[in-house]
């Protein structure tokens, strides 16, 4: 059988063309700057032209600060170019010890583990912490690194339950809470998981009425809050300071590839012993390289200069408020939120990418986000804010907003 009658061959050329033909093709846009406020894209003939970045995650405008970008060449300097090995056998150097004791002492826990995603933090996380009879509790709506941990676990522990509660729905949530504690089956841990910020619709956890039904319930409280660093709370320390929960949160799962920087990386926050148990049985960590010296050097820097300069968290703020209100004032409806996400739902998927490619033409990249990332019918322009924005990049947006 050659390579062109092969059944994956004919059905994934079906696909594609499917997507062409309905407008739902995703087109990779080459960079050729470093991310910033304002970035050059590649064009079809080759050039560059000039565009305002307002889909990036580099929430404080850290991907390119200058005393970040240092740190990482130092940390090249000082560790080379790559760890070489696994962290158990030779690939632990003094600057991830640095940085996870910066992300404890950040996050308000006792210890910290890095990992080079938040993708591979996640899978560590509940296939090495469960066993059989533990069960996870997760929001509707929870991050696919989250969704894709919770099917992964029982394969690798048999025994282990799953189930999942409307999203942001406490009366569910104690629902299946309580479903759990009458379930013979579930005789070990109950977990509760959810994300901080919710990346599409930009809306937050309840972090409060969550923790307050994890102690009824005995239950430990596990918060993805990887759109939440550098964004919520006084300082930017995340969901659970915006409620004053420092402290009162069981795991987090991070990144360090969004407002801390903006480069690689994620991490497990928790208590010295799930940290320890981590590093023992974590599939992820005993079986793939460390993270790179240089880009634990880089964030370590980031998330000192967040703790140092809290107006940056101020200005963030400002932004979005000013962004929110000119989007509306344009006839635009933007969910409600308190993060820097701004998502315009559009409903049609080609929609939300023609009026993408729209804005684009205009100079202004945004994405237009559909099935699979959402859910059919609720494509949307998803605008995500930075601290780098001027008043004048968000009067650009606007009216470039106005002319679809």
């Known amino acids: 059988m050659t390579t062109a009658t092969m059944p994956f061959d004919a059905r994934t050329t079906d696909l594609l063309a499917q997507l062409e033909s309905s407008g739902q093709l995703k087109h990779l846009q ?61 690939g632990t150097f003094t600057c991830h010890e640095t940085l996870e004791q910066t992300i404890a002492d950040y996050m308000g826990t006792e210890a910290s583990y890095t990992f080079v995603s938040c993708w591979t933090a996640s899978e560590a996380l509940f296939p090495t912490c469960c066993e059989a009879g533990d069960i996870i509790v997760s929001d509707a709506l929870n991050h696919a690194c989250i969704i894709d941990s919770m099917r992964l676990t029982p394969v690798i522990k048999k025994g282990v339950h799953k189930a999942v509660y409307h999203h942001s729905d406490m009366d569910d949530l104690r629902t299946k809470l309580q479903a759990a504690k009458e379930n013979p089956e579930v005789t070990g841990q109950i977990w509760v998981v959810t994300d901080g910020v919710f990346s599409m619709e930009g809306d937050i956890a309840d972090l409060p009425a969550m923790r307050t039904l994890c102690d009824e319930f005995g239950a430990m409280l596990v918060v993805d809050d990887s759109h939440g660093h550098g964004v919520m709370g006084l300082t930017g320390r995340g969901t659970h300071e915006h409620y004053d929960l420092l402290g009162q949160i069981d795991v987090f799962t991070g990144t360090l590839g969004k407002g801390l920087g903006g480069g690689a990386g994620g991490f497990i926050a928790s208590s010295r012993k799930l940290i320890d148990l981590i590093t023992q049985r974590g599939r992820p960590t005993l079986f793939s390289n460390a993270l790179p010296a240089t880009v634990a050097c880089s964030a370590n820097k980031a998330i000192e200069i967040v703790r140092r300069e809290p107006e940056r968290v101020a200005k963030l703020r400002s932004n979005v408020a000013s962004a929110r209100s000119k989007i509306k004032d344009a006839g635009f409806d933007v969910l409600e939120s308190p993060t820097a996400i701004c998502p315009i739902i559009i409903g049609d998927t080609a929609e939300a990418i023609r009026m993408s490619n729209r804005l684009l033409e205009l100079g202004v990249f945004v994405i237009g986000f559909g099935f699979p990332v959402v859910p059919e019918g609720t494509a949307r322009l998803r605008i995500q804010m930075s601290a780098a924005h001027t008043d004048e990049h968000i009067e650009t947006l606007v009216e470039a907003l106005k002319k679809l």
């Open 30 to 90: 080459m960079i050729g700057s470093p991310m910033d406020a304002e970035i050059r894209l590649r064009q079809p003939d080759g050039s560059f032209k000039d565009a305002l970045c307002f889909c990036s995650n580099n929430y404080l405008g850290l991907a390119n600060h200058p005393e970040v970008v240092e740190a990482g060449i130092q940390g090249l300097r000082d560790f080379g170019a790559g760890t070489a090995s696994v962290r158990f056998i030779c």
